[in-house]
């Protein structure tokens, strides 16, 4: 699959199939903002697996103390009278919490704490338990399958109560240490269980304890957790569902007026401008109503267009009918001949008509792909005036150019193209100034810009009309000049070449209040 290529205003292309989130192509955009938020409160729901290490934790802290209980025990037991150990046994039980048993070298029961005094600890029936403890079992049962943690077994009284029916006894007899356990009890709570060998091989002692306290502070702190998550998950729905409230439905309105317009039922649908949003919304609503607005022109003046060249296609195309049909009823050979020059004329005005008409559809489309580089306007009027004196284009009338020094009036932008607008102008120009006249052309730097002056002498353009001449086929010609020698496009193409450079052309009055008018050409300067 090919990757996505952007094309940037300055013709570069990006690829953005690195950036491309197909997987997710077909969620909507209120689904994906829960869906990030709801994985930030999962990763946060890790904390209970964290909780079970430290359980894990808490248990091997309890069995290191067990051992190490039963090692003071049996110490305490050989160093004191045999006549005590009753007493030190329950004594022991009852500080903590658990059972003593102790087993001759035989392996027989000699002791029990529990027959002594009243048991520490008793195990709990899971079934008279109330429903929400059978819940957190099977909330530790889920957690303990996710991470996999060490299964381990359900603790059971052994049936004859001698000390090889106990692993940790056994063990503890091979290894001469103390050796713990642990194991559950059917309340899943933990069960320590410790066994360790009495000094002189006088027998061994076992210790089992119910650590009930660590489930309930696993439990506590795991309840925190869960509160803390659903708090936290509920605020995150909300804001996510805020957030998507503030994006997506603007952005549907976006896209339903959007819509709206492409399919043009009406000249008055506009994009909203959302003036109060100052964020990208708001920025993509103002830059979408921007682009309706500039497309609707477009299209206006375009249909416009459209109907000016019907118009003024058909004035000449009448003129030669009406010339051709002439031909058909005239015998006299001089009015066959001027009647064919009257043909030849419309011929040559349709054929100029139309070239005119292709350029300045042309232009806007031919401007958005040039690419722009720095142009000597000194130099490209330098030239311009040679080529118009060799082909004797100026018509009797002197062009006066006080020409910038090198590299002073540099611009960014199309040589071919600027040179047709002062082409245009300089024909203009020609056409008004009197016989013998004088047309000056200036260009110099004006802070930021490149300023060009263009002077005639001729009759000058009336205030009112000095955005009027811009217009496509805006036709006014100095008297004595045959008809349709000028389409009435070359100052509107102008107009468009040099807003197509970023820059500005407008009519001023002359200096000194001489007559003729005087074009003025802004154009933004080259860097550097």
């Known amino acids: ?63 290191a103390q067990a051992r190490m209980q039963l090692t003071i025990i049996s110490d305490a037991l050989a160093s004191g009278d045999v006549r005590n150990r009753d007493a030190l046994v329950s004594q022991f039980s009852r500080h903590l919490n658990a059972r003593l048993r102790l087993y001759a070298p035989d392996g027989t029961k000699m002791i029990d704490s529990f027959a002594l005094a009243k048991p520490t600890y008793r195990f709990v029936d899971p079934d008279a338990e109330p429903l929400r403890k059978d819940a957190a079992r099977m909330l530790d049962k889920t957690i303990e399958s996710f991470v996999f943690s060490t299964q381990i077994p359900n603790f059971s009284e052994p049936a004859n109560d001698v000390a090889d029916e106990w692993s940790e006894l056994v063990t503890a007899q091979q290894t001469s240490r103390a050796v713990s356990s642990v194991s559950f009890a059917p309340d899943r709570t933990p069960v320590i269980v410790a066994g360790k060998p009495l000094p002189d091989e006088t027998g061994s002692i076992l210790l089992t304890a119910n650590a009930r306290d660590i489930t309930r502070i696993v439990r506590a702190e795991r309840s925190s957790v869960l509160l803390v998550i659903l708090v936290a998950a509920t605020i995150s729905i909300l804001l996510s569902l805020f957030l998507a409230r503030t994006i997506v439905r603007p952005i549907r309105k976006l896209a339903r007026a959007a819509v709206r317009v492409r399919m043009g039922r009406s000249d008055e649908i506009a994009i909203p401008r959302m003036p109060g949003r100052r964020d990208e919304i708001g920025q993509l609503s103002r830059a979408l109503s921007d682009m309706s607005a500039a497309l609707r ?58 070239n005119d008409i292709s350029d300045a559809s042309r232009v806007d489309a031919e401007l958005a792909r040039a690419k722009f580089e720095p142009i000597d306007i000194g130099n490209m009027l330098e030239q311009l ?68 002056h263009v002077a005639d002498q001729g ?25 349709g ?29 001489e007559s003729g008018a005087c074009f003025e050409i802004r154009l933004p300067k080259a860097p550097g």
């Open 385 to 452: 005036l040679a080529a118009r004196e060799q082909r004797t284009s100026n018509l009797g009338v002197h062009i006066a150019f006080a020409r910038p020094a090198k590299d002073v009036a540099k611009v960014m932008g199309d040589g071919g193209r600027l040179e047709r607008v002062f082409g245009n102008l300089l024909d203009n120009a020609v056409s008004f100034s009197p016989k013998g006249g004088l047309v000056e052309i200036l260009a110099t730097p004006d802070g930021d810009d490149i300023v060009i």
């Open 297 to 354: 022109h477009r299209i206006d003046a375009t249909e416009a267009f459209a109907a000016d060249v019907s118009h003024e296609i058909k004035n000449p195309l009448a003129s030669l009918r009406s010339a051709l049909e002439g031909l058909e009823r005239v015998d006299d050979p001089d009015l066959q001949r001027r009647l064919l020059d009257v043909a030849n004329d419309d011929i040559r005005r349709i054929d100029r008509l139309i």
């Open 485 to 513: 020698k000028h389409s009435g496009l070359g100052l509107a193409i102008a107009k468009t070449i040099v807003e197509g450079h970023q820059g500005k052309i407008h009519i001023l009055d002359r200096a000194g209040g």
């Open 1 to 63: 699959m090919e990757p996505d290529i952007v094309t940037r205003n300055d013709g570069t292309q990006d690829s953005e199939s690195g950036l491309s989130l197909r997987w997710s192509a077909r969620l909507s955009l209120t689904t994906r903002i829960l869906v990030v938020n709801v994985l930030a409160i999962a990763l946060l729901a890790g904390g209970l697996f964290y909780l079970n290490n430290y359980r894990d934790r808490l248990t091997e802290e309890r069995l």
């Open 459 to 483: 009759p000058g353009v009336h205030p009112d009309q000095r955005e009027e001449v811009f217009q496509r086929f805006h036709s006014d010609r100095p008297d004595g000049e045959a008809f």
